[in-house]
């Protein structure tokens, strides 16, 4: 995946230059996740992706200023406002799955190495599963917005929630 590939090789760059100290990173270079079959096989059967939160819920100029102060600060900066995304093959829905994938990748890398403290995220409503997901990570519901957005002509209503890093 070439996303992931060029977080390993700014890493792989950055650890050439930096004697031994540990480098933050902008991104997780795994985002698949995939099945193992027992013949050693594997297929893919979702995704998880971070980046700079964009404030989806927020319209105008408000929305341009939090972005613009949350994309200059430098990567490893714990002031960053980050968000995720996640998706997982209706076939494997309900299982625990993406609870334990989130808990994985944010215990794994996303706080030591990207040296994440603030999620923002917002999801459909509705989207009780997804809430579910977030819930069972600690993030806590701080609003829901009627109608906040427009897609393809129609208004729809986000959640949105929050998560900090408590050590
Ligand atoms: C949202 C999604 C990632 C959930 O993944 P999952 O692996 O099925 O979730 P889990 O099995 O870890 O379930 C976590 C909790 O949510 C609940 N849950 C899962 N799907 C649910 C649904 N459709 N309705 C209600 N609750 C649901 C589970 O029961 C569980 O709660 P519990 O432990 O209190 O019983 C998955 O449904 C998906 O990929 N949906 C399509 C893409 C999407 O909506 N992504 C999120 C965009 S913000």
């Keep these: 995946m070439r996303a992931?590939?060029?977080?390993?090789?700014?890493?792989?760059?950055?650890?050439?230059?930096?004697?031994g100290q540990l480098v933050p990173a902008e991104d997780c270079p795994v985002r698949s996740i995939r099945e193992l079959k027992g013949d050693g096989t594997d297929v893919y059967i979702g995704n998880i992706a971070f980046k700079r939160c964009n404030w989806w819920e927020v319209q105008g100029p408000e929305r341009d200023r939090l972005?613009?102060?949350?994309?200059?600060?430098?990567?490893?900066?714990?002031?960053?406002?980050?968000?995720?995304?996640?998706?997982?093959?209706?076939?494997?829905?309900?299982?625990?799955?993406?609870?334990?994938?989130?808990?994985?990748?944010?215990?794994k890398w996303a706080i030591p190495r990207m040296c994440m403290r603030h999620l923002h995220v917002s999801v459909f409503t509705?989207?009780?599963?997804?809430?579910?997901?977030?819930?069972?990570?600690g993030f806590v519901l701080v609003d829901t917005i009627e109608n906040c957005i427009e897609i393809r002509?129609?208004?729809?209503?986000?959640?949105?929630?929050?998560?900090?890093?408590v050590v």
């Design 126 to 137: 509705g989207n009780n599963g997804s809430v579910r997901v977030f819930e069972k990570n």
């Design 4 to 19: 992931s590939d060029a977080v390993t090789r700014a890493l792989e760059e950055a650890a050439s230059t930096s004697q």
């Design 153 to 165: 002509g129609e208004k729809r209503s986000l959640h949105v929630l929050d998560w900090k890093h």
């Design 67 to 107: 972005m613009a102060e949350n994309i200059v600060r430098p990567t490893g900066d714990t002031g960053i406002i980050w968000q995720v995304s996640d998706f997982l093959a209706s076939s494997h829905h309900r299982r625990g799955i993406m609870t334990v994938v989130l808990r994985t990748v944010l215990d």
